[in-house]
């Protein structure tokens, strides 16, 4: 939507500038001017509405020449016959609408508490410094160290205490957005801080002054939540205040009790509340009630410190944290229905009606919900791109792809663009990941039509296709759907032991249930308890024994378990190969875990943590986790970066983590609330999905995410950490590969080996191999990632040039899904050794499931097993350097 433009900029607080273009009128298009029949000149009558045409000109505000706006703009406006003001009403409501505005009351809102000796700070980026969340959720973000004690790391001790306009953005409710009054993706939060300077009481006599004195609120329209102990809270606003003790409410540790985590800083919150209907009374009333009620200011005193134990000791430095919502406030005091209609959002909305050729004022309840998500999601979105988040599949990337895909559907919906009706394959969808509505838009473009009825038809029997598949794999196959009705989720004891007693709940083969199985069948086994890992997090399953021992009449029976995995809830399948004796259903067996391999994935577990701090750390807190797996003998973590990482970068991280490894230090792990959780900055897999009790694991001081896995009890465990690859995997897309621990020890061991076999072969000292015993020969073997082949072929060209003869480089990477690209390119000299780049390039390509071919002095090739080049060309190196070797000496 061409011209938009987020009203009302944020100024000194959010940088200077508007950031788009957006013509105004949205708070004088709501003015209501009289117009009593007969009709005069632009006014008429519709359906119990007066429309009159009005010509406002504002001189401060006029758009570019290319708006569709210039100088003036008749505004039409809709108003109920039955509500007409008069003329000198209609100049009075405009003053006080445009005193009242989104830029007003933030205007007001810092400049009341700059002249009570706050500092007024700048917003934050929607980026936030702090590693551990993925966008800036609340105004007190920036000022998190402050709180935790860690003051270094933002604003001087010197700063006492400070108010901000915060831009932030959360999208737990983005479903929510336009169904209620209040939920936004995007919203401003007005805050007011101290750093052990004032506390209660002056943290509660000015939000009151604030609102009914600077804002004008009618003092009998404000009621007063306050944490169910917090007698001096209470006390403050009904003995100095004034606040009946009808309008003020005691709350529960839920609603009014802050936390930054299991442990730390905590204390009593006290929020304002503003009444739209106090003709209701006091008897009954419930704060929670959204129609009646709207919480706008919360109160948050920070005077705890929470001890291991749950106990409280009193803080030395007592803190206020606040915040009020400009959107709320804003709907409260430009006396609109919701926060949509204030001049923060309505402005996005009116261009999205015009466009879309119908009126806000007329619509139905659908279409203004449609409407109230594209003038949410678009301001959101261009926050979010003006802080330097691009589209991407992954991260805070893939929020902001989201909110735009979620605009752009809506939109179509609206009729924003030509209706598109086309058949479409659904490969493009379910296979590729390609999305409909990018296909919709493709096709229209060229002419195509898409036939969306059919295509619902296939996407759900898609649907039903992939769910069968799941269930197939996992457990519901022939009668297992029966079976697992009546079997109970299996109760995991493996964080705390590796083997225990169990009852045999079912058996199945080949998807079947049985009631017995013997000796050399594959099986699958359903226990009421388990010490075994399901594969779950990137962790593979566990591997071990069930097996019964022989005593008495009893037969022994031995099932060695490959494989565990999670079905149809919280069921564990264990699957293995009964390798002696017969096991039956309702048997006792004993279940224990191979402690080896358990504490090889622990070990790599805890290591990718610590490798995704690290990379925060080193690259920016901007990266973030896009997949990972753990398991015995190595771990793989993905993660969205644009480039790269180059060798300097590579030894950070890994002397960082070797570092945190030599600190020793005892992991924490704790169950929680997931709000607590987030609230103390553990880091969420986005996407994931999370029950109300999660499970936290923190190397204090390095890393802290929410991770059912299995972890090392102190980081010693690790011993060591070495990356063995770093490579591009998709667009935006990065993969390092690692070992850790044992699969660390024997990854050294083995390239120590290689190194002597290769010295010995070359007969050279391990620091001559790079160029073998001539050292007029220079080779260049590397991985360029995903350039394409025009962009190898180039790169090649230019390094064979700036080597100088005699050169030798072999180049390879990966440009798209399935594909090798490799060139090899020599000068006169190495040619003259009688290598031939045509020849030699080759059999590198076979081991990419290749092949090709070329001139002695210059070679292309290619493939389609991209998993294998970096073997490929570690054995060009190799070879490389053998041949050079041998000729030149």
Sequence with gaps: MEGLKLPYSLHGSHGGKSLVSFPTSTLVSRFQPKCNPPLSTGCRDYAGFIIRTLALIYPSRLPSKNSYLKGARELHFATRTSIQPTTEELVEDKSKDLATSGDSIRRRFLDFYASRGHKVLPSASLVPDDPTVLLTIAGMLQFKPIFLGRYLYLVPREVPCATTSQRCIRTNDVENVGRTARHHTFFEMLGNFSFGDYFKKEAIKWAWELTTSEFGLPANRLWVSVYEDDDEAFAIWHDQVGVPAERIKRMGEEDNFWTSGVTGPCGPCSEIYYDFYPERGHSDADLGDDIRFIEFYNLVFMQYNKRDDGSLEPLKQKNIDTGLGLERLARILQKVPNNYETDLIYPIIEKASELANVSYAFADDPTKLKLKIIGDHMRAIVYLLSDGVVPSNIGRGYVVRRLIRRAVRTGRKMELHLAYRAKMPFFCMTRTGFPVEITMEVADERGVSIDMKGFDVEMENQRRQSQAAHNAVKLSVGNGADLTENVPDTEFLGYDTLSTRAVVEGLLVNGNPVI?????????????????????????????????????????????????????????????????????????????????????????????????????????????????????????????????????????????????????????????????????????MFGEKYGEQVRVVEVPGVSMELCGGTHVINTSEIRGFKIISEQGIASGIRRIEAVAGEAFIEYVNARDSYMKQLCSTLKVKAEEVPVGASEKVRVLVECMDDIDADSLKSAAEYLVDALQDPAAVILGSCPGEGKVSLVAAFTPGVVDLGIQAGKFIGPIAKLCGGGGGGRPNFAQAGGRKPENLLSALEKARTELVSILSEKAS
């Design 516 to 684: 017995q199985v013997s000796e050399g069948s594959e099986v699958e086994v359903l226990l009421n308890r388990t010490p075994f890992y399901a594969e779950s997090g990137g962790q593979i399953g566990d591997h071990g024994l069930l097996f019964i021992p022989e005593a008495g009449n009893q037969q022994k029976a031995v099932i060695e378990i490959k494989d565990v995995q999670k079905s149809l809830g919280n069921i564990f399948v264990h699957k293995g190969t009964i390798m002696e004796g017969t096991i039956e259903v309702g048997k006792e067996v004993e279940a224990a875990v191979d402690a080896n391999l358990r504490h090889r994935a622990k070990v790599h577990h805890t290591a990718t943590h610590l490798l995704q701090a690290a990379l925060k750390k080193v690259i920016g807190p901007e990266t973030s986790q896009a997949g990972s797996l753990v398991a015995f003998d190595r771990l793989r973590f993905d993660f969205n970066f644009h480039r790269p990482l180059v060798d300097n970068e590579l030894m950070e991280i890994e002397q960082l983590i070797n570092r945190w490894i030599g600190d020793a230090t005892l992991l924490q792990t704790k169950v929680m609330p997931l709000h607590d959780a987030k609230r103390a900055g553990a880091i969420a």
